[in-house]
């Protein structure tokens, strides 16, 4: 089992950059493929980014595509979310999540974070 908490999260100026992390327990960390997600008030979780269990590829949701950028440390167990060129449609509930198959929906994924919220002002 793994339990996922992240963090980073705050109010930040369209244009701006945040970076989110995602600490993981366990010793089982890169056995996973990593994911963030995020959901906006009044809609569906979506997929934003994942990465697989040793980095060597990534896949990334068109929205965020040239702004967003996932990477990992497994000797920290740790995943991350760099974002930049934040825009207010970016404002959401971010989640990071572990898989298995490292697919990009939503019930690919076995472990889930309690979210961390993220609001870009215009």
């Known amino acids: 089992q793994v339990q996922l908490v992240e963090s980073g999260g705050g109010l930040v100026q369209a244009g701006g950059s945040l970076r989110l992390s995602c600490a993981a327990s366990?010793?089982?960390?890169?056995?996973?493929?990593m994911g963030w997600f995020r959901q906006a008030p009044g809609k569906e979780r979506e997929f934003v980014a994942v990465i697989s269990r040793r980095a060597v590829s990534t896949s990334y949701a068109d929205s965020v595509k040239g702004r967003f950028t996932i990477s990992r440390d497994n000797a920290k167990n740790t995943v991350y979310l760099r974002m930049n060129n934040v825009k207010p449609e970016d404002t959401a509930v971010y989640y990071c999540?572990?898989?298995?198959?490292?697919?990009?929906?939503?019930?690919?994924?076995?472990?889930w974070g309690q979210g961390t919220q993220v609001t870009v002002s215009s």
């Open positions: 366990g010793r089982t960390f890169s056995s996973y493929a």
């Open positions: 999540a572990a898989s298995y198959s490292g697919r990009v929906g939503v019930n690919d994924y076995d472990y």
